[in-house]
């Protein structure tokens, strides 16, 4: 079988895993695993909000006594939108007629009501985790999984990066770019560390693991650098050097979508960086986040529209990386049309991703068992030069330093695309 047969097979089948709405495949499916929807520290208690993910509408709000709550975003009673209600302890009252609702959704008061007939209505809630500075929530049906952990971000001697970004495309072409390295070499051909002849088809192998797929670079002298794409939207991945004194990074990302054209990307990086160092390289950070009063997004449009080249942007923007990425894949087109393309040999990681999704998605459609996907102590990155970062002292738990990394305009442009805001559209 050539390559050309199997990329268009696997091309033809692509429409499932596109569309992740509450009714669709691809959405039961993403909604069958614990999924980041927002940030710790944006969620102020009693303030309820919007939320759109994959399409669904939901209220989220931080009860007194801290608690996370994902409920419907509209009241059962007679529709209105819930977000606009109070937060009573860690109940939410409707702004409506103040039917009460308690944090897993029992309706509790019906103000208006000689009889009440509450133990009949119930709102839907999803299960809520916060972990890593990250709210993660639950939105499928049944009992939610175990939550699943990564022990080596939590007890880590060294800053942990809090991040996320907005990209105005379909969340697939996020997923599938992380396994195309050939990308590198020209969408970050400025970047210290971008390599000449990365990625060439020969040198690149993906392989199924126990966790999604395990993505290989073998170097000229034999040297690799391992990636690991998680099922069914995760990436492990050793991140390029962008500070001299940090070297490679460890970084953990989900791509979620917010409706079918746009997504957030949440990561967490461990940089090993600490004391004086690690002071001087945030500084340097901050000041360049600072920097930055358009969002890379709105560059990216006016690239695209051809105002201008990538080559007129400031290279010290902090998020240039980012900037490239949206060039590329959003100039795919919001969602890319796969049965148009001509995939090639050093695109076996995209197809591979590709295979894998289609291949439980038909097993979910014909009631056939799933894969039960784990990650053990193997499923790591490796790259060269880097030997994993410090854990510390075997006698201290070192305490992880979590550090929001987001520059404000990046902060505004997704809290408004994770409300809905209809201006993304
Ligand atoms: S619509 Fe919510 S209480 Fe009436
Ligand atoms: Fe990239």
Known sequence: MTVTKLAGRTSAQAGNFLKTGPDTSAGAYLRQFWQPVYHTGDLAVGRPVPLRIMGESFTLYRGESGRVCLTDSRCPHRG?????????????????????????????????????????????????????GLIFAFLGSGDAPEFPTYP?????????????????????????????????????????????????????????SEWGVTYTFTRADGQLRIQQFGMPNIFYM????????????????????????????????????????????????????????????????????????????????????????????????????RDAERPGRADNGVIAIRRTWNRELSAMAEGRPLKNWTRSESIVPKAWGFTGASRGDANTIPQTVLLDIRPQVEVDLQLAALRGDPTLE
């Open 152 to 208: 080596e971000f939590e007890n880590f001697d060294g800053l942990v990066e809090v991040d996320s970004y907005v990209r105005e495309c379909n969340y697939f072409q996020n997923l599938e770019n992380a396994l195309d390295m050939s990308h590198v070499a020209f969408v970050h051909r400025d970047n210290m560390a971008s390599f000449s002849n990365i990625g060439r088809g020969a040198q690149l192998q993906s392989e199924e």
């Open 238 to 337: 050793t991140a390029l050097p962008t500070d001299g004194e940090v070297g490679w990074q460890e970084s953990l990302f989900w791509w979620v979508p917010i409706d079918d054209v746009t997504h957030m990307q949440f990561s967490l990086h461990r940089v090993a960086v600490a004391g004086d160092a690690a002071r001087e390289v945030e500084e340097r950070h901050r000041q360049r986040r600072a920097r930055i009063d358009l969002p890379h997004q709105r560059v990216c449009d006016d690239i695209l529209r051809g105002k201008i080249a990538l080559r007129d942007v400031d290279t010290s923007r902090i998020d240039l990386v980012r900037l490239q990425d949206d060039i590329a894949q959003v100039g795919q087109g919001r969602i890319a049309d």
């Open 80 to 132: 209105t939108q819930l977000s606009s209600g109070w937060v009573e302890g860690d109940a939410l009252r409707c702004f409506y007629h103040g039917w009460k609702f308690d944090a897993d959704g029992a309706c509790t008061e019906q103000p208006a009501e000689d009889s009440s007939f509450c133990d009949r209505i119930k709102l839907a809630s999803h299960p809520t985790q916060e972990y890593l």
